[in-house]
């Protein structure tokens, strides 16, 4: 099993396409990802701070709404807010957009994959209506600039951002024995101590129990956010002394070095390779990845320090990552990116999208497809089982997306017969071959690829 360019688009890409060339070797596809980042300077999307409105203005117009109730004062409030509800559709719509726009053009499909499998990884999800517009912004702060990058940058950035602290409501959470947790009589949240032991570093059987987990949340705590002033480490809300996680000590002095610390320990133990290697592998290969496949990412995980672009090329390196079965299924949002991508779709057809067509051709589609944009019912992110996508309501989803959509983005739908060479490639089978052939219009050849098994299947 060598490298196989329709592989290297299809697995490990966002798709094949008639105007962008597959990649020729794994040493391109590393080269590109430890390149320049040409999608993002392309189609930019502002960060957390730079996005309006800002958390702190809506705090403000929402008290003002409060306030003037029952005043003169009253419509005006209302009117404001409208206008702030339709400020963050617009950012919503264009991050959004943006974000479909860097998968479908992009000359390096492997790092919008790496980064939808990050934001995954590390999932936040706005809540409510005045925070979810954020959790594309906080993707393009912690997770984007770090997948070639250092694990643990990519950790401490994830737990410093704002939106994670808000998730997660380590806002909440304070040292019961410091001087506001004993004037207060709260106590400790440890919500994010859990999710990064359980879910972001090492992993449920990794060998970490439930006082590991209190100790993190103390050592966490003083870490805070709020709309005016931003993250801070508020020594009065920490838990004095020192605590042990896993076996290591970490300082009585209350700092946000300590936290740091002890992620920068974390993030790089040999049960955290495991962790992120495995998953790496079911997400990319298959669910059930070849043990010599996670032993080799494990490997170069801990000789490089947690180095991601070595990682990811000790798994691209494996002759695994080629076999020729196509274990894993293309989740919605990626389904509808590939689609485009193989109709030759350009940034400027998807960009200028208004609400209606917005909501017709992707959000409404993507919730019926079971992938409502950025929006997981949990911390543990998205399902990697195929069942979990190949449903009657999620195919029903897609194949109304195949039928209705593609004509919306083109000119011209291309012929089934060379459109089926573009979307699948030269292993298209034969019964595909002659479905597309057959099609007794474009539309129906075109939507018959996409819903085709050949086209799902990675």
Not at 336 to 349: C, F, P
Not at 410 to 415: A, K, Q, R, S
Request: glycine share 8%; with cysteine.
């Amino acid at each position: 099993m060598t490298f196989d360019p329709i592989i290297a688009a299809t697995r490990f890409g966002t798709g094949l396409s008639p105007v962008i060339e597959p990649p020729w070797d794994t040493e391109s596809m590393l080269g590109k990802l430890g390149g320049p980042d040409q999608a993002a300077a392309l189609m930019p999307i502002a960060g957390f701070e730079a996005t309006t409105p800002t958390l702190a203005f809506i705090g403000a117009l929402n008290k003002a709404d409060r306030e003037a109730r029952g005043t003169d004062g009253e419509a005006a409030a209302k009117e404001a807010i409208r206008q702030k509800n339709r400020e963050l559709s617009d950012v919503s719509r264009h991050n959004t957009l943006s974000t479909l726009a860097r998968c479908v053009t992009a000359q390096d499909g492997l790092r919008e994959r790496l980064t939808l499998f990050w934001a995954d990884h590390f999932t936040v999800i706005g809540r409510g209506f005045n925070q979810r517009h954020l959790v594309t912004p906080y993707i393009a702060d912690a997770i984007r600039p770090h997948v070639a990058g250092r694990f643990a940058d990519m950790v401490k950035a994830v737990v410093m951002h704002p939106m994670m602290l808000l998730y997660l409501e380590q806002t909440r959470s304070l040292g019961p024995s410091s001087p506001q947790g004993l004037k207060s009589g709260r106590g400790l949240n440890e919500n994010l101590a859990r999710e990064l032991l359980e879910l972001h570093l090492i992993g449920v059987g990794g060998g970490y129990d439930q006082t590991d987990v209190t100790q993190m949340a103390e050592l966490l705590t003083g870490l805070s956010y709020n709309a005016v002033h931003g993250v801070t480490y508020r020594a009065q809300q920490a838990e004095p002394g020192a605590e042990v996680v896993m076996g290591r000590r970490y300082s009585a002095d209350s700092a946000l070095a300590t936290i740091t610390s002890a992620l920068e320990d974390i993030a790089i133990r040999p049960e955290t390779a495991a962790h992120i290697s495995r998953k790496l592998a079911v997400h990319f290969v298959s669910d059930t990845p070849d043990p010599d496949l996670i032993a080799g990412m494990s490997r170069a995980f801990v000789d490089s320090g947690g180095d991601l672009l070595a990682v990811t090329g000790a798994m691209l390196q494996h002759p695994a990552a080629w076999s020729p079965v196509r274990a894993k299924v293309r989740q919605p949002f990626i389904f509808i990116a590939a689609g485009l991508r193989a109709l030759g779709v350009r940034a400027d057809r998807i960009m200028p999208l208004g609400n209606g067509q917005f909501k017709r051709h992707l959000t409404d589609p993507l919730r019926l497809m079971g992938q409502p944009f950025e929006q997981p019912v949990g911390p543990d992110g998205w399902a990697e089982e195929p069942a979990a996508w190949i449903t009657p309501q999620g195919l029903a989803g897609r194949i109304s997306w195949a039928v209705a959509s593609p004509a919306e983005f083109v000119d011209t739908l291309p012929d089934p017969r060379k459109f089926v060479q573009t979307a699948v490639g030269p292993t298209a089978p034969p019964e595909l071959i002659f479905a597309a052939d057959a099609a007794e219009s474009l539309a129906d050849g075109v939507a018959l690829v996409l819903t085709s098994p050949a086209f799902q299947r990675i």
